[in-house]
Protein backbone atom coordinates (compact mmCIF):
# COMPACT_ATOMS: atom_id res chain seq x y z
CA UNK A 1 0.00 0.00 0.00
CA UNK A 2 1.17 3.42 -0.74
CA UNK A 3 1.64 6.10 1.54
CA UNK A 4 0.86 9.96 0.52
CA UNK A 5 3.83 12.41 1.62
CA UNK A 6 2.59 16.06 1.83
CA UNK A 7 5.29 18.66 -0.01
CA UNK A 8 6.84 20.71 1.66
CA UNK A 9 5.49 24.25 1.87
CA UNK A 10 8.93 25.88 1.65
CA UNK A 11 12.69 25.09 1.39
CA UNK A 12 13.67 22.45 3.82
CA UNK A 13 15.91 23.78 6.32
CA UNK A 14 19.39 22.09 7.49
CA UNK A 15 17.72 21.23 11.00
CA UNK A 16 21.23 20.42 12.58
CA UNK A 17 22.45 24.16 12.24
CA UNK A 18 20.00 26.07 13.89
CA UNK A 19 19.08 26.05 17.72
CA UNK A 20 15.52 24.39 18.09
CA UNK A 21 13.69 26.05 20.46
CA UNK A 22 11.57 23.78 22.81
CA UNK A 23 8.08 23.58 24.02
CA UNK A 24 7.18 24.99 27.81
CA UNK A 25 7.42 22.62 30.19
CA UNK A 26 7.36 22.50 33.60
CA UNK A 27 11.08 21.15 33.95
CA UNK A 28 13.41 23.85 34.21
CA UNK A 29 15.58 21.65 32.38
CA UNK A 30 14.12 21.20 29.32
CA UNK A 31 12.41 24.68 29.14
CA UNK A 32 16.39 26.08 27.52
CA UNK A 33 17.36 26.32 23.86
CA UNK A 34 19.48 23.49 22.77
CA UNK A 35 22.65 24.31 20.40
CA UNK A 36 23.66 21.46 17.66
CA UNK A 37 27.52 20.42 17.93
CA UNK A 38 27.66 22.72 15.02
CA UNK A 39 27.25 25.54 15.95
CA UNK A 40 29.09 25.25 19.33
CA UNK A 41 32.26 24.03 17.24
CA UNK A 42 31.70 27.76 14.98
CA UNK A 43 31.43 29.80 17.84
CA UNK A 44 34.75 28.13 19.79
CA UNK A 45 36.31 28.40 16.46
CA UNK A 46 35.67 31.96 16.71
CA UNK A 47 36.12 32.65 19.92
CA UNK A 48 39.77 30.38 19.79
CA UNK A 49 40.30 32.95 16.94
CA UNK A 50 39.79 36.12 18.78
CA UNK A 51 41.66 35.17 21.53
CA UNK A 52 44.64 34.21 19.01
CA UNK A 53 44.16 37.51 17.54
CA UNK A 54 44.29 39.09 20.75
CA UNK A 55 47.57 37.43 22.24
CA UNK A 56 49.21 38.65 19.25
CA UNK A 57 48.39 42.21 19.35
CA UNK A 58 49.36 42.30 22.93
CA UNK A 59 52.76 40.65 22.40
CA UNK A 60 53.30 42.52 18.97
CA UNK A 61 53.68 45.58 21.85
CA UNK A 62 57.19 45.23 22.22
CA UNK A 63 58.22 48.41 23.91
CA UNK A 64 55.27 47.58 26.38
CA UNK A 65 57.43 45.40 28.38
CA UNK A 66 54.83 45.14 31.34
CA UNK A 67 52.26 43.82 29.10
CA UNK A 68 54.17 41.45 27.13
CA UNK A 69 56.52 40.13 30.57
CA UNK A 70 52.66 39.73 32.31
CA UNK A 71 51.52 37.90 29.54
CA UNK A 72 54.18 35.47 29.66
CA UNK A 73 53.45 35.10 33.32
CA UNK A 74 50.02 33.76 32.78
CA UNK A 75 51.00 31.21 30.31
CA UNK A 76 54.00 29.87 32.99
CA UNK A 77 53.92 26.21 35.22
CA UNK A 78 53.58 25.95 39.00
CA UNK A 79 57.52 26.79 39.92
CA UNK A 80 57.98 22.82 41.21
CA UNK A 81 57.62 21.77 37.39
CA UNK A 82 59.59 23.83 35.40
CA UNK A 83 62.09 22.90 33.75
CA UNK A 84 65.71 24.13 34.97
CA UNK A 85 65.63 26.42 31.24
CA UNK A 86 62.09 27.32 31.96
CA UNK A 87 63.07 29.20 35.56
CA UNK A 88 65.88 31.04 34.10
CA UNK A 89 62.82 32.57 31.52
CA UNK A 90 61.09 33.20 34.35
CA UNK A 91 63.89 34.86 36.44
CA UNK A 92 64.84 37.10 33.25
CA UNK A 93 61.12 37.85 33.03
CA UNK A 94 60.61 39.44 36.51
CA UNK A 95 64.00 41.15 36.44
CA UNK A 96 63.27 42.84 33.22
CA UNK A 97 59.87 44.56 34.59
CA UNK A 98 61.16 44.75 38.18
CA UNK A 99 63.97 46.43 37.41
CA UNK A 100 62.05 48.71 34.74
CA UNK A 101 59.26 49.36 37.91
CA UNK A 102 61.56 50.34 40.67
CA UNK A 103 63.70 51.95 39.13
CA UNK A 104 66.88 49.61 40.12
CA UNK A 105 68.63 46.64 39.55
CA UNK A 106 67.07 43.86 40.68
CA UNK A 107 68.06 40.55 40.98
CA UNK A 108 65.72 37.54 41.24
CA UNK A 109 67.71 34.42 42.84
CA UNK A 110 66.52 31.07 41.83
CA UNK A 111 68.87 29.20 44.16
CA UNK A 112 67.92 26.04 44.97
CA UNK A 113 67.89 23.55 48.19
CA UNK A 114 71.20 22.69 49.13
CA UNK A 115 71.81 18.78 49.37
CA UNK A 116 72.33 17.74 53.01
CA UNK A 117 70.79 21.03 54.57
CA UNK A 118 67.58 20.81 56.62
CA UNK A 119 66.99 24.27 57.96
CA UNK A 120 65.99 25.33 61.63
CA UNK A 121 65.03 27.98 64.34
CA UNK A 122 65.07 28.48 68.10
CA UNK A 123 64.10 31.57 70.08
CA UNK A 124 65.44 32.10 73.38
CA UNK A 125 62.09 33.20 75.30
CA UNK A 126 63.72 34.21 78.25
CA UNK A 127 66.02 37.18 76.43
CA UNK A 128 63.62 37.89 74.32
CA UNK A 129 62.82 41.70 75.54
CA UNK A 130 60.16 42.75 73.07
CA UNK A 131 61.75 45.33 70.93
CA UNK A 132 60.13 44.14 67.67
CA UNK A 133 63.33 45.08 65.75
CA UNK A 134 63.35 41.66 64.29
CA UNK A 135 59.25 42.52 62.89
CA UNK A 136 60.87 45.64 61.24
CA UNK A 137 63.82 44.26 59.69
CA UNK A 138 61.75 42.00 58.35
CA UNK A 139 59.71 44.15 56.58
CA UNK A 140 62.10 46.02 54.92
CA UNK A 141 64.22 43.15 53.92
CA UNK A 142 61.56 41.23 52.35
CA UNK A 143 59.32 43.42 50.12
CA UNK A 144 55.97 43.48 52.70
CA UNK A 145 53.67 46.25 52.53
CA UNK A 146 53.97 49.46 54.59
CA UNK A 147 50.40 51.40 53.87
CA UNK A 148 48.77 52.80 56.77
CA UNK A 149 45.85 54.64 54.85
CA UNK A 150 43.49 51.41 54.05
CA UNK A 151 43.53 48.54 56.78
CA UNK A 152 45.08 45.41 55.00
CA UNK A 153 47.88 47.79 53.47
CA UNK A 154 50.55 47.29 56.16
CA UNK A 155 51.56 43.57 56.59
CA UNK A 156 53.83 42.02 59.32
CA UNK A 157 54.84 38.32 58.91
CA UNK A 158 56.70 37.65 62.91
CA UNK A 159 54.29 38.71 65.29
CA UNK A 160 55.42 39.38 69.25
CA UNK A 161 53.19 38.80 71.70
CA UNK A 162 53.17 40.60 74.93
CA UNK A 163 52.50 38.30 78.10
CA UNK A 164 51.56 39.58 81.22
CA UNK A 165 53.13 37.80 84.63
CA UNK A 166 50.95 37.62 87.41
CA UNK A 167 49.94 35.69 90.45
CA UNK A 168 46.75 34.29 92.84
CA UNK A 169 46.16 37.25 95.40
CA UNK A 170 44.47 36.07 98.94
CA UNK A 171 42.58 39.39 99.08
CA UNK A 172 40.41 38.38 95.93
CA UNK A 173 39.39 34.86 97.80
CA UNK A 174 35.89 36.29 98.76
CA UNK A 175 35.05 38.24 95.59
CA UNK A 176 33.55 36.94 92.27
CA UNK A 177 30.26 35.73 91.26
CA UNK A 178 27.73 35.61 92.55
CA UNK A 179 28.75 37.82 95.98
CA UNK A 180 30.24 36.02 97.99
CA UNK A 181 32.34 33.36 97.67
CA UNK A 182 32.03 33.36 94.07
CA UNK A 183 31.13 29.76 93.20
CA UNK A 184 30.92 30.38 89.03
CA UNK A 185 33.72 33.00 88.58
CA UNK A 186 36.64 33.41 91.35
CA UNK A 187 37.58 36.42 92.61
CA UNK A 188 41.20 35.51 90.77
CA UNK A 189 39.58 34.90 87.23
CA UNK A 190 40.25 38.08 85.66
CA UNK A 191 43.69 38.23 86.43
CA UNK A 192 47.11 36.86 84.77
CA UNK A 193 48.84 34.32 86.52
CA UNK A 194 52.42 32.45 84.88
CA UNK A 195 52.56 33.42 81.19
CA UNK A 196 49.57 33.08 79.12
CA UNK A 197 49.82 32.72 75.27
CA UNK A 198 46.84 35.48 74.35
CA UNK A 199 48.92 38.58 74.50
CA UNK A 200 48.73 41.65 73.23
CA UNK A 201 50.72 41.72 69.62
CA UNK A 202 50.11 45.82 69.42
CA UNK A 203 51.85 47.34 72.30
CA UNK A 204 54.29 50.80 72.18
CA UNK A 205 55.49 50.78 75.68
CA UNK A 206 57.73 53.84 76.60
CA UNK A 207 60.47 50.95 76.84
CA UNK A 208 61.85 47.69 76.66
CA UNK A 209 61.54 45.23 78.43
CA UNK A 210 58.35 46.12 80.92
CA UNK A 211 58.17 45.26 84.18
CA UNK A 212 55.73 42.09 84.69
CA UNK A 213 55.95 40.73 81.32
CA UNK A 214 57.27 38.25 78.75
CA UNK A 215 57.64 38.33 74.99
CA UNK A 216 56.90 35.47 72.80
CA UNK A 217 57.55 35.98 69.03
CA UNK A 218 55.82 34.17 66.74
CA UNK A 219 56.36 33.72 62.68
CA UNK A 220 55.67 30.65 60.07
CA UNK A 221 57.05 27.62 62.11
CA UNK A 222 57.53 25.92 58.70
CA UNK A 223 56.35 22.45 59.57
CA UNK A 224 57.31 19.55 58.77
CA UNK A 225 53.94 17.93 57.96
CA UNK A 226 52.57 21.69 57.05
CA UNK A 227 48.73 21.58 57.46
CA UNK A 228 48.33 24.64 55.12
CA UNK A 229 50.44 22.67 52.20
CA UNK A 230 47.57 19.69 52.53
CA UNK A 231 44.57 21.87 51.61
CA UNK A 232 46.00 24.25 49.04
CA UNK A 233 43.65 23.82 46.09
CA UNK A 234 46.41 24.73 43.67
CA UNK A 235 48.98 22.93 44.96
CA UNK A 236 51.06 26.57 44.59
CA UNK A 237 52.48 26.17 48.10
CA UNK A 238 54.85 23.42 49.24
CA UNK A 239 57.61 22.23 51.45
CA UNK A 240 61.34 22.87 50.02
CA UNK A 241 63.39 20.00 50.58
CA UNK A 242 65.45 21.74 52.71
CA UNK A 243 62.67 22.52 54.72
CA UNK A 244 61.18 26.48 54.16
CA UNK A 245 57.27 25.56 53.78
CA UNK A 246 56.99 28.09 50.30
CA UNK A 247 54.69 29.89 47.94
CA UNK A 248 54.59 30.38 44.27
CA UNK A 249 53.00 33.62 43.99
CA UNK A 250 51.85 33.14 40.15
CA UNK A 251 49.66 30.26 40.77
CA UNK A 252 48.10 31.40 44.20
CA UNK A 253 43.94 32.03 43.75
CA UNK A 254 43.93 33.57 47.24
CA UNK A 255 41.11 31.45 48.35
CA UNK A 256 42.56 31.77 52.16
CA UNK A 257 42.05 28.00 52.49
CA UNK A 258 46.40 27.80 53.74
CA UNK A 259 45.58 30.44 56.17
CA UNK A 260 42.75 28.70 57.69
CA UNK A 261 44.43 25.78 58.42
CA UNK A 262 47.66 27.22 59.87
CA UNK A 263 47.64 27.24 63.63
CA UNK A 264 50.25 29.78 63.85
CA UNK A 265 48.36 32.96 62.54
CA UNK A 266 50.93 32.83 60.30
CA UNK A 267 50.03 33.90 56.78
CA UNK A 268 48.76 37.48 55.39
CA UNK A 269 46.61 38.09 52.28
CA UNK A 270 47.30 40.82 50.45
CA UNK A 271 43.74 42.31 49.97
CA UNK A 272 44.84 44.89 48.61
CA UNK A 273 48.09 46.57 45.95
CA UNK A 274 50.83 46.03 48.10
CA UNK A 275 52.42 49.72 48.95
CA UNK A 276 56.07 49.44 48.37
CA UNK A 277 57.94 52.80 47.30
CA UNK A 278 60.46 52.19 45.08
CA UNK A 279 63.21 53.83 47.14
CA UNK A 280 62.59 51.28 50.26
CA UNK A 281 62.54 47.98 47.79
CA UNK A 282 64.97 45.54 48.04
CA UNK A 283 66.34 44.36 45.10
CA UNK A 284 68.14 41.48 46.07
CA UNK A 285 64.92 38.88 46.20
CA UNK A 286 64.42 35.41 45.54
CA UNK A 287 61.55 33.79 43.58
CA UNK A 288 59.66 31.62 46.03
CA UNK A 289 60.63 34.59 48.85
CA UNK A 290 60.87 38.33 48.84
CA UNK A 291 60.45 39.29 45.47
CA UNK A 292 57.40 41.62 44.76
CA UNK A 293 53.68 39.79 45.48
CA UNK A 294 50.88 41.52 43.93
CA UNK A 295 47.01 42.09 44.85
CA UNK A 296 44.78 38.77 45.98
CA UNK A 297 48.33 36.47 47.06
CA UNK A 298 49.05 35.21 50.76
CA UNK A 299 52.69 35.14 51.37
CA UNK A 300 54.48 34.20 54.70
CA UNK A 301 58.00 33.70 56.21
CA UNK A 302 60.53 31.97 54.05
CA UNK A 303 63.58 32.38 56.62
CA UNK A 304 64.59 34.95 54.19
CA UNK A 305 65.63 32.44 51.08
CA UNK A 306 67.62 35.23 49.40
CA UNK A 307 70.32 35.07 52.40
CA UNK A 308 70.12 31.21 53.48
CA UNK A 309 71.27 29.65 50.45
CA UNK A 310 73.84 31.86 50.26
CA UNK A 311 75.38 30.86 53.56
CA UNK A 312 73.41 34.15 55.70
CA UNK A 313 71.51 34.59 58.70
CA UNK A 314 68.12 35.60 58.08
CA UNK A 315 67.37 39.53 58.58
CA UNK A 316 65.61 38.64 61.93
CA UNK A 317 68.17 36.56 63.38
CA UNK A 318 71.53 39.46 62.69
CA UNK A 319 69.06 42.53 64.23
CA UNK A 320 68.58 40.79 67.75
CA UNK A 321 70.00 43.23 69.46
CA UNK A 322 70.34 40.47 72.55
CA UNK A 323 70.82 37.12 70.81
CA UNK A 324 67.93 35.56 71.46
CA UNK A 325 67.59 34.31 67.65
CA UNK A 326 69.47 31.21 66.45
CA UNK A 327 69.73 29.67 63.01
CA UNK A 328 71.59 26.43 61.83
CA UNK A 329 71.35 23.21 59.94
CA UNK A 330 69.57 20.50 61.75
CA UNK A 331 71.86 17.86 60.17
CA UNK A 332 74.49 19.32 61.44
CA UNK A 333 75.20 18.42 64.96
CA UNK A 334 78.00 20.83 65.93
CA UNK A 335 75.16 24.30 64.49
CA UNK A 336 73.94 26.21 67.01
CA UNK A 337 70.41 24.80 66.35
CA UNK A 338 71.56 21.40 67.20
CA UNK A 339 73.91 22.13 70.31
CA UNK A 340 70.15 23.75 71.54
CA UNK A 341 68.23 20.84 70.73
CA UNK A 342 70.98 18.76 72.68
CA UNK A 343 71.09 21.12 75.75
CA UNK A 344 68.60 23.26 76.66
CA UNK A 345 64.78 22.79 77.59
CA UNK A 346 63.17 23.11 74.34
CA UNK A 347 59.61 22.85 73.46
CA UNK A 348 57.39 23.38 70.39
CA UNK A 349 54.49 25.65 70.05
CA UNK A 350 51.23 23.42 70.13
CA UNK A 351 53.22 20.02 69.42
CA UNK A 352 49.88 18.38 70.27
CA UNK A 353 48.49 19.05 66.65
CA UNK A 354 51.68 16.79 64.85
CA UNK A 355 52.52 19.36 62.33
CA UNK A 356 56.41 18.78 64.06
CA UNK A 357 57.62 22.63 63.49
CA UNK A 358 61.46 23.18 62.89
CA UNK A 359 61.09 26.60 64.77
CA UNK A 360 62.21 25.96 68.50
CA UNK A 361 61.62 27.52 72.07
CA UNK A 362 63.94 27.05 74.35
CA UNK A 363 65.03 28.63 77.89
CA UNK A 364 68.02 28.42 80.24
Same mark, same amino acid.
Given at each position: ???? #???????? #???????????????????????????????????????????????? !?????????????????????????? $??????????????????????????? !?????????????? /?????????????????????????????????????????????????????????????????????????????????????????????????????? $?? /??????????????????????? /??? /???????????????????????????????????????????????????????????????????????????????????????????????????????????
Amino acid at each position: MAIN #KKASAGPV #KDSASECVAQPASADPSKAVLKTSRRDFLRAGGMLSMSSLMGAGALMA !QSDDTKATVEWAEHFQKNYRLMTQKE $KNEARLRLEKRYSAEYGKQVSVDTADA !QPGVLMGYALNIRK /CIGCRRCVHACVEENNQSRGKQRAGEKIEWIQVLRMERGEFSADKMNHGYPDGLGIQVGGNAYTPAGQILEGQYHYEPEAVPEKDATYMPIACMQCEKPPCV $KV /CPVRTTYREADGPVVIDYNWCIG /CRM /CMGACPYWARRLNVTNPVLPKEEMNPVTHYLGNRPRMRGVVEKCHWCLQRTRQGRYPACVEVCPVGARKFGNLLDPESEVSLILARKNVFRLKAELNTFPKFFYFYD
